[in-house]
């Protein structure tokens, strides 16, 4: 598949804030990448952490809604996210189930990335715009930006390939550093926002100077989900929720009709996996593929499903999409939303169509980034 990002040429002309230090919402730990499994519990307060390590709870399997899923350990997420309820809602009478004692140590193997290499014919990123996002400069006008892409003082639109389906469409792959960079060079408003991310200062992703150093077609990751919210409107499009734009409740989740997310991966709910019924553990950037650290988008062309050139939708990174809780007396940036699709770091369970996984709305994790529907 040919990715039309079509961003290189226009990157000089659009760039209107320093990025320079990375926020500090994400440190690099360099934990280990163990995978633990625990029984999942349903309680509300979801969202106790730790700064040494993230463990997230198994994910509950019932027969009739295949919410599965394990806990995944992230070694660079910064947090502690202790009892996630991921597959259960008191609407339905789901039981949670013990999902497996297994550990899976790949603590002592170093994972050197660089040593395999992916070529995408260009120059680096960072080699040719990282002095000039380290220094800052400005777009024509520096006026902030109140609309879409493309509108006054809101800088040219990422232009990603869009594949189809019906009443909406969804972006072929994640966003990537060099689409978002177009969104981080301008002062997009505030007030844009919906009230649920009253709490934002500023739209710079973790880790963002390392990011822009590396693969311009990496996906971006370390954005919390009002960065994925925020870059999506600007983008033209939305999180990806019901279908026809608005966002989905937090117990849709496995709905073949009105979930857009998990209608695209499943192919209306007919596979398992993107690529088909029956796991493979090449097929995707997930853990048992060791590759040891993200790959740029569609990259892997047996990762594509569950429609033709629709890539990456199991492992690389998570995606944020637009289901969110709203539960009373717990401040906006903790409340529970919704990413799909496991990541780098993610088993076979996790990897699935079906799985659930929710993060408070203002974390932000090397393994967590967005795809955009339309």
Known sequence: MALSVGCN??????????????????????????????????????????????TESSETQTSETDTLGEDET??????????????????????????????????EETFDTGETSFDTGEETFGETFGETFGEGTDTEGGGECNGECGSAECGPCPDPELIPLGDFSIAATEV???????????????????AECSWKEDFIPGSWTEQMMDDPDMPVSSIDWCDAWAYCEWSGGHLCGEAGGGAAALNDLNDPV?????RACSDDGALTYPYGDLYDPMACNGA???LGGLVPVASLGTCEGGVPDLYDMSGNVWEWTSACAGVPNIDESEQDCRR????????DTVLRCAVDSKRARGFRGSNTGTRCCY
Do not use: H
């Open 74 to 107: 992230d070694e660079e997420e910064s947090t502690t996210e202790s009892t996630e309820e991921t597959g259960e809602s008191t609407d339905t009478g789901e039981t949670g189930v013990d999902t497996g004692e297994e550990t899976f140590d790949t603590g």
């Open 288 to 290: 048992d593929l060791m």
């Open 340 to 347: 799909r699709g496991g990541s780098r770091f993610s088993t």
């Open 9 to 54: 040429e226009r990157l000089s002309e659009s760039l209107t804030t320093t990025v320079g230090d990375d926020e500090s919402g994400t440190a690099d730990t360099g934990e280990s990448n163990d995978e633990v499994g625990s029984e999942s519990s349903e309680s509300s307060d979801s969202g106790s952490e730790s700064a040494d390590e993230t």
């Open 258 to 262: 009105t979930n857009e997310w998990y």
């Open 176 to 194: 990537t550093v060099v689409q978002y960079s177009l969104f981080a060079a301008v002062e997009y408003s505030l007030s844009n926002l919906p």
